[in-house]
């Protein structure tokens, strides 16, 4: 049998932070009981689980040949759309090509680990080469409830294939049950869940064992054959017991980033595995295993191609740039649960003409603009006629993209008139690096932080969200570059 | 060979309407009092009228589209009418359609009338006007607002010639405070007080580093004007005002995507004026150019302007200001109108406005703020923001 596992990974972690004592300070006197420890992770207002997701993919393929990617499996419990495929918007984002398949995966934070699973079995059979896996997730707890300290957003990607493995898939466990404890019906915005000593003893603890127990009998491995165990868990002392039980040591269990990021959903369990390969040498056995109305383990091997893996920004690097909101309103801003008065000026959103988002769907959602072939001359968005004054070569383009490319950041402001959710809207002008210019909207910064001249990165995110039409906007934003 | 329009054509009547908030008053109104005022100005009526333009920008407040409008709102009997629209350069392209179909003979005498009612927004500032950009570029531009658009150019400004923000906005407010001074002596201008350099300097910020002062105004207002062929000019009225150039440049694209451009001017005021000096025989616009209306949308507009005119040289702009070179009692006074920092900015009608008063001082006719025998007058009306835009500026004089 062909070796066939992961062969590259990204992870994506939002910049903003709160502290779990600062959602307590705004509603935990409405219960009391609900504090828990840590901080974590907050999208900001113009990301959401496709945004994110793309950028961990864009962290797991960056040098990677996109030309050669399959497939594409997006897995999340919260996409933008119901019915307009998400996969599909993000693989015309990541500029892959069309002859792929993609699909989303969703309804349980099992998700990501089905995700993988269904990939690392197309690619066994043949119909696939390389299939992208991301899975993202931006759940929002109700306010006040337990669950708005538990959830946090984040999003990891994997690249499956076989050539170049660094960490093989070696076999696969799952167990399916319609195990209600957490659920959100189609109208629902937000989880509804059973007991909490319920899901504890009888969900996490019950399923992830049965699940892993159910793997190592299949294969005949015991707990002290794998460097780490990767498993989530809602609460901190019962995912150190599950462990425990299984026979596993504190050394052997993977850090749950529970107190840095939070729950993350379909995301959670491909996250930490992240987390387990940037520390992985060649030879270590990793076993993933995730939990929602029953739970999936994987057992993957490290290979020697781990030490020419690509550096990644990961976990490690997502975890160690952020910044703390500061306050429960401003989080509830993003989260667009205030109903904020945004004015006139906020309230106008233009019709989206979607034949001309179609016609023009590179050069939004990719960040496509072309390169002249006459004068070399890179711009955006694509020309009929070059820019270049000196050249005006008519209908001589080749596309380029600008997505992946950095710039230096040319001129900006922080505009108080403009609408924004968090104001300043600041925007400036980006020359790239290798030649061409656009203007953006930044994002992730102070303005106090930025200056003439000052690298920028660019990133995947909405634009704006026509609640009336139902539409989500989406394209690229700038911020100073990230780790 | 085409020779231009210099001297073919004048101004002999102007209306404009007292700009501001003017809550009780609609497009309509306004553009009947301008015309009324323009019409008696010229001692013609309206039968003599050959064609008409209109320049309004906004259609979703004010009067709408075409030219219909103006021409069943004054009773136009069934002329020519058409409306140009050109961003916040729509006042000089009224002007100049009706200037260059009298200059290419087709007609004796034609109007050119702006008007703009912003008030009718619902908040401050210039309509959210996302699919003015069109439906692919407002799907790739920022959340952009004017303020926003022109501070880009602040930055870029004082990080080339690097000055500190607190040098940098100075100069800006010397701008504003000038322009102030000027607006109070006009009757006819929307803000009428003037303001000192620490109110300007302290006032909170729009769009860094652009504060609330270094903002123009936002107002309703019209204003008219009756051009007619040179030579009938004189036989109308003694003192007609002649039209040496009216030149207008568009952004080739270049400033936008291509990397050369620095962002520390506008281009097309720098094209559009070669061409206009060209045409009026300017061969020093710093000692030719007697007085000044430009297009101060905003204060670090009209100190990048100076330069773009070759009034100023490259990052000198601000010493002039600090000598007071551009005051009403300076060398080369410049909005002595009070500027679109005092009137607002209806766009439609804000050219003809900067028109009205170099048509004024040049007939010795401008009150407490008249400047001593001036020669040739200058307007640069502007529209778009520094990176993509369209540029208009006319020559006027005796």
């Known amino acids: 049998m062909a070796i066939i596992g992961i062969t590259s990974y990204g992870g994506y972690i939002p910049y903003y932070r709160i502290n779990r004592l600062t959602i307590y300070g705004a509603l935990g006197w409405l219960n009391p009981a609900s504090l828990l420890p840590g901080e974590k992770a907050v999208a900001n207002y113009d990301e959401d689980s496709l945004t994110m997701a793309v950028a961990a993919a864009m962290d797991c393929i960056n040098g990677a040949e996109r030309e050669k990617i399959d497939g594409l499996y997006f897995a999340t419990t919260t996409a933008p759309y119901r019915e307009r495929q998400n996969a599909g918007i993000m693989a015309t984002v990541l500029d892959l090509r069309a002859d792929i398949r993609t699909s989303d995966f969703t309804a349980s934070t099992r998700s990501g680990t089905g995700a993988l699973i269904a990939a690392c079995d197309a690619v066994a059979s043949g119909s696939a080469q390389n299939v992208l896996v991301a899975a993202a997730d931006c759940r929002l707890g109700k306010p006040a409830g337990y669950l708005e300290e538990v959830y946090g957003d984040g999003a990891a990607a994997v690249l499956l294939g076989k050539e170049g493995v660094i960490a093989t898939i070696e076999g696969t466990h799952s167990v399916s049950y319609d195990f209600v404890d957490h659920w959100r019906a189609d109208d629902d915005k937000h989880n509804r869940a059973w007991e909490d000593r319920w899901i504890r003893d009888e969900g996490y603890s019950r399923f992830i064992s049965e699940v892993i127990s159910g793997l190592l009998r299949k294969y005949s491995l015991a707990p002290k054959d794998f460097a780490k165990v990767v498993y989530p868990c809602q609460y901190i002392r019962a995912h150190a017991d599950i462990g425990k039980a299984l026979g596993f040591a504190p050394q052997q269990i993977q850090d749950h980033m529970f107190t840095a990021v939070g729950h993350t959903g379909s995301a959670y369990p491909l996250m930490m595995l992240v987390g387990a390969l940037e520390e992985a040498k060649p030879g270590d056995r990793i076993l993933v295993a995730s939990y929602g109305y029953g739970g999936d383990a994987v057992v993957l091997k490290v290979t020697e191609e781990m030490a020419r893996a690509r550096e990644h920004r990961g976990m490690k690097k997502h975890l160690a740039s952020k910044k703390d909101l500061g306050s429960y309103e401003k989080y509830a801003t993003f989260r667009s649960m205030l109903g904020i008065d945004t004015g006139g000026r906020g309230e106008e959103i233009a019709p989206t003409q979607l034949s001309t988002l179609w016609r023009e769907r590179r050069t939004i959602l990719a960040l496509c603009g072309c390169r002249c072939r006459r004068c070399g001359t890179p711009q955006y968005p694509t020309q009929d006629i070059c820019c270049n004054p000196r050249c005006s070569a008519v209908n001589e383009m080749d596309s380029y993209r600008f997505a992946d490319k950095r710039g230096k950041l040319f001129t900006y402001t922080g505009d108080i008139l403009a609408f924004s959710p968090s104001p300043p809207a600041i925007y400036g002008f980006v020359d790239f690096d290798g030649g061409g210019r656009w203007m953006f909207d930044l994002n992730d910064c102070d303005l106090e932080s930025l200056s003439v001249g000052m690298p920028v990165e660019l990133t995947f995110r909405r634009k704006y969200r026509d609640v009336a039409r139902g539409i989500h906007g989406y394209f690229w934003k700038a911020i100073p570059i990230r780790a | ?398």
């Not at chain 2, 009428?192 to 652009?210: D, G």
């Not at chain 2, 270094?214 to 007609?240: E, F, T």
């Not at chain 2, 040049?362 to 529209?383: D, E, S």
Request: charge should be neutral; aromatic fraction near 8%; hydrophobic fraction near 40%.
């Open chain 2, 1 to 398: 060979m085409a020779d231009g329009i210099r001297d073919k054509v004048a101004i002999i009547g102007m209306g404009c309407t007292k700009f501001g908030e003017l809550w009780d008053k609609g497009p309509e109104n306004l553009m009947v009092e301008a015309f009324q005022e323009a019409l008696a100005d010229a001692g013609i009526e309206k039968k003599d009228i050959g064609a008409a333009w209109t320049g309004t920008c906004y259609d979703e407040v004010s009067v709408g589209k075409s030219a219909i409008p103006l021409a069943a709102t004054l009773k136009l009997p069934f002329i020519p009418a058409t409306r140009v629209e050109n961003f916040c350069a729509t006042g000089s392209e009224a002007l100049r359609g009706a200037c260059y179909a009298v200059a290419s003979g087709a007609y004796d005498i034609c109007l050119a009338l702006g008007v703009e009612k912003l008030k009718d927004i619902g908040y401050g500032g210039l309509p959210q006007n996302e699919v003015q950009w069109g439906t692919r570029l407002r799907l790739v531009f920022p959340n952009l607002t004017p303020p926003g658009g022109f501070a880009m150019m602040g930055t870029r400004y004082f990080a080339k010639y690097g000055l500190s923000p607190q040098d940098g906005k100075h100069a800006l407010a010397r701008i504003t405070v000038k322009s102030h001074k000027n607006g109070a002596r006009n009757p006819k201008a929307h803000l009428r007080r003037e303001v000192t350099i620490e109110e300007v300097m302290n006032a909170p910020i729009v769009a860094w580093p652009l504060g609330l002062f270094d903002c123009c105004g936002v107002s309703d207002g019209a204003a008219a004007a009756i051009v007619a062929r040179a030579d009938l000019a004189k036989k109308l009225r003694p003192d007609p005002v002649y039209v040496k150039s009216l030149q207008i440049a568009a952004s080739s694209g270049e400033e936008m995507a291509f990397t050369e451009w620095d962002y520390s001017n506008v281009e097309c005021t720098v094209r559009a004026s070669q061409r206009a000096y060209k045409e009026a025989g300017v061969k020093n616009p710093r000692e030719d150019i007697s007085m000044m209306e430009v297009h101060d949308c905003f204060s670090i507009t009209e100190l990048v302007t100076y330069e773009d005119l070759g009034i100023s040289a490259r990052g000198r702009a601000r010493e002039d200001v600090e000598a007071g070179f551009f005051d009403l009692e300076g060398t080369l006074p410049c909005q002595p109108d009070g500027g679109l920092k005092c009137f607002g900015h209806p766009i439609g009608a804000s050219g003809l406005r900067m028109m009205y008063e170099m048509y004024k001082q040049l007939q010795g006719k401008a009150g407490p703020r008249q400047i001593k025998n001036p020669k040739l007058g200058l307007t640069h009306n502007m529209g778009g923001i520094p990176a993509v835009n369209v540029v208009s500026v006319c020559i006027v004089g005796h």
